[in-house]
């Protein structure tokens, strides 16, 4: 096999992951296509070192985190700025961005890809400010003060985005809790 | 905020991204990458950026450089220096005073380092040297020291 054949099975075997990383971080195909592409060049150039490593995955990972996060810096002060702007009343207004099935019994039907496809969506129709800090949290696995680091913004904040992200989507996706207090959506 | 409420929307939240799995990437990106892997290959060294020329043509480009540049800042002095000009060439010439100054400047401090071989001797110019280097490696040590001890709780505190 010549080394443009093993890095080729390489790039096949991680291109999903790579591609979702900067796809959920950015929710922009064409964007997400040009990270995932820039990842692998540079997994080429540095390929001597790869070939053997178990550590390939992360590596392509926090690549692809990092030049995603690169590209979304251009707009990080203009959607930091709305974010702690407009506040919550902004998430009522997000909330009725999406078109979803209005009725509880419809999502409860779904099958499942149907509601991963719905998930997705959701996902990808927040704002910025609360699907970046979102998925470092629950796709990367990253505690609150590592995404503060790695976006430059307080603690606080992170925790407040996080907390309205999930909120949009719990309204979004109709997940229903048990403790669920009347103050939660204002409660930030 | 509450903070029971609060768990359970996370766990909640983390439940559905997690099911969501990887995205399916689009096929054509895989040929996207090895087509401008096989047009980079196929670039000649001289169309790529500097940094990615072998490590013979960038050290033989960089001497080539200096060598340049030194000719030239000599030519400049000499022709500062020329007795005979044509009105044109004086005014060359006056250009060419910075030139001639880089190179009294090197010169000067060429001649300095000679001087400080052949009196100091090459045992007190190493100590030097080595007394340099470790008083900048002692320099960078206090630093980081001080960076973990009282930096990097502050900025704990304060986040």
Same mark, same amino acid.
């Given at each position: 096999?010549?080394?443009?054949?093993?890095?080729?099975?390489?790039?096949?075997?991680?291109?999903?992951?790579?591609?979702?990383?900067?796809?959920?971080?950015?929710?922009?195909?064409?964007?997400?296509?040009?990270?995932?592409? %820039?990842?692998?060049?540079?997994?080429?150039?540095?390929?001597?070192? /790869?070939?053997?490593?178990?550590?390939?995955?992360?590596?392509?990972?926090?690549?692809?985190?990092?030049?995603?996060?690169?590209?979304?810096?251009?707009?990080?002060?203009?959607?930091?700025?709305?974010?702690? /702007?407009?506040?919550?009343?902004?998430? %009522?207004?997000?909330?009725?961005? $999406?078109?979803?099935?209005?009725?509880?019994?419809?999502?409860?039907?779904? &099958?499942?890809? &149907?509601?991963?496809?719905? $998930?997705?969506?959701?996902?990808?129709?927040?704002?910025?400010?609360?699907?970046?800090?979102? $998925? /470092?949290?629950?796709?990367?696995? /990253?505690?609150? %003060?590592?995404?503060?680091?790695?976006?430059?913004?307080?603690?606080?904040? $992170?925790?407040? &985005?996080?907390?309205?992200?999930?909120?949009?989507?719990?309204?979004?996706?109709?997940?229903?809790?048990? &403790?669920?207090?009347?103050?939660?959506? #204002?409660? #930030? | 905020?509450?903070?029971?409420?609060?768990?359970?929307?996370?766990?909640?939240?983390?439940?559905?991204?997690?099911?969501?799995?990887?995205?399916?990437? +689009? +096929?054509?990106?895989?040929?996207?990458?090895?087509?401008?892997?096989?047009?980079?290959?196929?670039? +000649?060294?001289?169309?790529?950026?500097?940094?990615?020329? +072998?490590?013979?043509? =960038?050290?033989? *480009? !960089?001497?080539? @450089?200096?060598?340049?540049?030194?000719?030239?800042?000599?030519?400049? *002095? =000499?022709?500062?220096?020329?007795?005979?000009?044509?009105?044109?060439?004086?005014?060359?010439?006056?250009?060419? *005073?910075?030139?001639?100054?880089?190179?009294?400047?090197?010169?000067? @401090?060429?001649?300095? !380092?000679?001087?400080?071989?052949?009196?100091?001797?090459?045992?007190?110019?190493?100590?030097?040297?080595?007394? !340099? !280097?470790?008083?900048?490696?002692?320099?960078?040590?206090?630093?980081?020291?001080?960076?973990?001890?009282?930096?990097?709780?502050?900025?704990?505190?304060?986040?």
């Amino acid at each position: 096999m010549t080394n443009a054949q093993q890095f080729e099975t390489l790039m096949r075997n991680h291109q999903n992951m790579v591609f979702s990383t900067a796809m959920r971080l950015l929710a922009n195909q064409p964007d997400a296509e040009d990270v995932t592409q %820039e990842t692998f060049l540079r997994a080429y150039e540095r390929f001597e070192q /790869l070939r053997d490593s178990p550590t390939v995955s992360g590596w392509l990972k926090t690549v692809a985190t990092n030049l995603s996060l690169n590209h979304l810096s251009r707009y990080r002060s203009r959607w930091s700025f709305f974010s702690e /702007l407009l506040g919550s009343s902004r998430e %009522e207004n997000e909330g009725r961005e $999406v078109e979803f099935p209005a009725s509880e019994t419809v999502t409860e039907t779904l &099958d499942a890809a &149907d509601r991963r496809a719905l $998930v997705e969506q959701a996902l990808q129709k927040l704002p910025a400010a609360q699907r970046v800090p979102l $998925v /470092l949290f629950h796709f990367e696995d /990253l505690a609150y %003060e590592e995404i503060a680091a790695k976006l430059g913004v307080s603690l606080g904040k $992170v925790k407040t &985005d996080i907390f309205r992200g999930r909120e949009a989507l719990r309204r979004q996706l109709q997940l229903r809790l048990m &403790d669920e207090p009347a103050e939660a959506a #204002t409660s #930030t | 905020m509450n903070p029971e409420y609060e768990k359970q929307l996370e766990v909640a939240v983390g439940r559905e991204l997690k099911s969501l799995g990887e995205l399916e990437a +689009p +096929p054509e990106i895989a040929r996207r990458v090895m087509r401008v892997i096989e047009q980079r290959a196929a670039t +000649p060294w001289y169309r790529r950026g500097w940094q990615a020329w +072998p490590l013979a043509l =960038q050290c033989a *480009s !960089l001497a080539g @450089l200096l060598a340049a540049f030194a000719l030239l800042c000599f030519g400049g *002095s =000499q022709l500062a220096h020329s007795a005979a000009l044509t009105p044109a060439a004086r005014e060359i010439s006056g250009w060419c *005073s910075l030139l001639d100054t880089i190179w009294n400047a090197a010169n000067v @401090l060429a001649n300095a !380092l000679v001087l400080a071989f052949r009196n100091l001797g090459p045992a007190v110019i190493i100590g030097s040297a080595v007394m !340099l !280097l470790a008083s900048y490696a002692l320099c960078v040590g206090l630093g980081t020291v001080y960076w973990r001890l009282a930096c990097v709780p502050l900025k704990e505190r304060q986040s």
